[in-house]
Structure formats: structure tokens, C-alpha cells
């Protein structure tokens, strides 16, 4: 069964393979998505090291002059996708079409896997090529994510944290006034259920912030000024965290010190702003609202990042392994993308209780490195065992172990081979 999933998964990502690039599915994601790369590199790395970087580098072809990373390339149009390049209006920016928002930055850690699997004099010239690129992208989020130098990463759309429809978002996306919004139609629902989507409330107030950024222009200064939508995630933050201290690690590999000084800088800070988001109330790590300057008092996958950006104080060790615990009594497969223990918990609905392949290899990893092998493990044979189940789906339900969203998913299945490569 397991060669046979290992065919398929290699089959997954050939078949989305547009030529360079890896679209995340057919029909419901037509484009190239930023993390969603980073984890087919990952996959790709297992059989095919070369299309591996060349996955990153095409990614590139999407950065911006001032070191933004879009979360979508678009290249060319396509009507079966909406909100399309038209609606995202970033062609002053960059010769290529984009979106004007980002996604959380795993792709550092992802290059140092993939260079320290293989480290050749090719590899380290890719290395010499890309760190300096990636440096530009986690700077561009310092400065720009992080403008009052917090130390936690805050952002302007739910989109650009990967965890589209959180019910930690709903109370922040309440500021966004729609009263103004232009007649759309949404395209995802003629591709997957239903049930399993974003709902109308989310989808009208990510439409009206992708045209505020657009009617400024994508001006990074009056979206941190007056987005209405400005939140604080500790996913983001965890992310970016542990993707400084390993692009500091790449960064003293090619010798550019000057660049690791900026990292180092950024790690104490980011290890300052993550203490910030702790909640006492719920004992967790929670986003924080910056324009009502309100915590939200739930807890999400996320909660349990900080492990992987290496940043746990003992005191709280405990209360973030003990969260796991009480959600795997409610689900039988971890980890929820959303506290099964909430009234909002949905466990079909993307964001608001599915398990994903790739929050679970971050957790896992992140469990690891702090020596906590047994929940590593278990999360990753929960992970196996849902692909074993329901094959190579979006996402999948905590309870039931049933697939949802939409198939032949290519960062399920690059999950897939690279747990299979570190049996
Ligand atoms: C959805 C997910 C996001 C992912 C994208 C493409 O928007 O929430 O994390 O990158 O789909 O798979």
C-alpha cells in the first residue's frame, strides 16, 4: 500500500506540474500558491532535486522590487478562478501578474531540508542565488508586517496567514464595512462542496480587503495605517521565527555576515513578540486584534507552533502538550486546525476543524527539534493514517478521518513523500 501511495503521490505532483511550476489542484487552484511550492519542493526533493529548486526559483519569478513574495503567480488569467489578476491590480508593481498579499514564510526551513539532505557545490551555488531573495521577503515582512517593531507579525487579509476562514478572524472581519462591495461571483463553490468552503460573511470580506489594497495601490505604509483588518497571528509569527533562524544558518553557510547580523536581530525580537501573544486566560498562544487591540480568547493548530519556532518557556510546556491531549479525546486524528472543544468548531469546514497534512508536518517537526518525540509521532501517524484512509485530499475530518475539499492535493502528497523519506 505504501509504494503504491508513493507512486501516486509522485504522479500528483507530475500531473499538477504546469512546466516549472506546481499548481496546488486542478480546477479549485489553478495558479502557482507560495507555501503551497515550498512543500512540493519538499516532495519533489525526494525524487527529483533538480525540478526541487526549480519550483523555488520559478516562485521567484514572482517577487516583487521591494523583496515581496506574492501568495499567488498568477502568469496568465484564468475565468474558472476568482478573484483573478484584474481584481488583485498589481500590474505597476511587477512585470508578472500577482496578488498583493503573502503567505506564511516556511520556505527558508524548507531550502535548508532540502540543502542539507544534499549538499553539493550545485547546491550551494542555488544557495548563493536564492538566500539573498529570501532575506528581501522575510525583510519586506519586518518592516512592513511589523512596523512598530512589536516583534509579532500581524496581517492584512486572512489569506495571507494560509488559515483562510479561523474563527479566530470572524470578530476582526466584522470591521470591514461591505456596504460598498462590487457584485462578485464566487467560483470556488463549482468546484468542491459546499460545506467544506469559507461561508458568505468571509467571502464578501476578503473580496472588499483585496480591492482596499488595490485602490491603494498595494501601498504597504496606508494598508498598516488603515486596513481594516490588522491581526496579529501567531502562525505567521512562529514561521517567519524559526524561518530567521534558519535562513541565519544558510546565511553563514554562503559567509554573508552582514545578512546574519539582521537575522539575529530579528530572532530576539520575534522571540520578544511571540511571548506577547501568550493568553494567561486560556493558557495558550493567541492572535491579537491590533486595531481593537483585543486577544482572541481561542485556540487554533497554530497555538501550537512555537515549538516549531523553538520558543516554549518550560512553565508553559505543559499547557500546550495538554491542549493536544484534550483535543485528541474529542477527534480520534489530530491535529484540528481549530479547538474541537468550541462551539465554532466545524469539522468539514477548511479552517474551522479539518486536519491538514502540512500544519501537521509543521507541528510534528516542531515537537521534534524540543525532544517531545512521542506527540511528534503520533501526529505524524495520524497524518499517514488519513492519507492511508481518504488518499491525497485537501484537507481531512478530525472525527470520521472522511477527505474533504479538493483531490490530488500536491502538498498532501509532498507530505506524504517526505515522511516516507525519513522512515
Ligand atoms: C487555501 C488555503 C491556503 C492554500 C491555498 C492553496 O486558500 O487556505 O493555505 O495555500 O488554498 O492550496
Not at 30 to 57: C, K
Not at 371 to 391: C, F, H, M, P, Q
Amino acid at each position: 500500500m505504501t509504494t503504491d501511495l508513493t507512486k501516486e503521490a509522485h504522479s500528483i505532483l507530475r500531473s499538477n506540474d504546469r512546466g516549472g511550476y506546481t499548481i496546488p489542484t486542478k480546477g479549485l487552484y489553478p495558479f502557482q500558491w507560495n507555501w503551497d511550492s515550498a512543500f512540493v519542493a519538499l516532495g519533489f526533493a525526494t525524487f527529483d532535486e533538480g525540478r526541487a529548486w526549480q519550483e523555488i526559483e520559478s516562485l521567484f519569478e514572482g517577487q516583487w522590487e521591494n523583496g515581496f513574495l506574492p501568495h499567488i503567480v498568477f502568469r496568465k488569467d484564468d475565468p474558472t478562478y476568482f478573484p483573478g489578476p484584474k481584481e488583485w491590480g498589481t500590474a505597476r508593481h511587477h512585470w508578472m501578474p500577482t496578488s498583493g498579499i503573502s503567505q506564511p514564510p516556511v520556505l527558508a526551513t524548507i531550502i535548508r531540508n532540502l540543502y542539507e539532505r544534499n549538499k553539493t557545490d550545485s547546491s550551494l551555488l542555488k544557495l548563493r542565488q536564492i538566500v539573498p531573495k529570501i532575506f528581501k521577503w522575510h525583510n519586506w515582512y519586518h518592516k512592513n508586517r511589523d512596523p512598530h517593531a512589536k516583534g509579532f507579525i500581524a496581517t492584512a487579509h486572512p489569506w495571507e496567514t494560509g488559515r483562510d476562514n479561523l474563527p479566530d478572524w470572524d470578530e476582526p472581519l466584522n470591521n470591514v464595512d461591505i456596504s460598498d462591495l462590487e457584485p462578485y461571483v464566487r467560483r470556488d463553490i463549482a468546484h468542491v462542496n459546499q460545506e467544506m468552503r469559507p461561508q458568505k460573511f468571509d467571502y464578501d470580506r476578503y473580496v472588499r480587503l483585496v480591492h482596499f489594497g488595490r485602490d491603494c495601490s498595494w501601498n504597504d505604509h496606508t494598508i498598516a495605517q488603515q486596513n481594516p483588518f490588522w491581526v496579529a497571528d501567531v502562525g505567521l509569527t512562529c514561521i517567519l521565527l524559526r524561518a530567521d533562524r534558519d535562513l541565519k544558518i544558510l546565511t553563514e553557510e554562503i559567509g554573508a555576515v552582514d545578512l546574519s547580523k539582521h537575522l539575529s536581530a530579528w530572532i530576539d525580537k520575534g522571540e520578544e513578540g511571540l511571548d506577547r501573544l501568550w493568553h494567561d486566560g486560556v493558557l495558550g498562544y493567541t492572535s491579537f486584534d491590533c486595531r481593537s487591540g483585543r486577544h482572541s480568547n481561542m485556540l487554533n493548530a497554530g497555538t501550537i507552533l512555537p515549538f516549531y519556532a523553538g520558543c516554549v518557556p518550560s512553565q508553559r510546556v505543559d499547557a500546550l502538550l495538554s491542549h493536544m491531549e484534550r483535543w485528541w479525546k474529542r477527534c480520534r486524528f489530530g491535529i484540528p486546525s481549530f479547538d474541537p472543544d468550541h462551539t465554532l468548531f466545524d469539522s468539514i469546514r477548511y479552517w474551522r476543524g479539518p486536519v491538514w497534512a502540512v500544519m501537521n508536518w509543521l507541528i510534528a517537526r516542531g515537537l521534534e527539534d524540543e525532544g517531545y518525540e512521542d506527540y511528534s509521532k503520533r501526529i505524524i501517524d495520524n497524518t499517514v493514517a488519513l492519507i492511508e484512509g481518504a488518499g491525497f485530499r485537501e484537507n481531512f475530518c478530525p472525527a470520521t478521518g472522511i477527505g474533504c475539499g479538493g483531490h490530488d492535493f500536491s502538498w498532501t502528497a509532498a507530505i506524504w513523500l517526505d515522511l516516507q523519506a525519513r522512515k
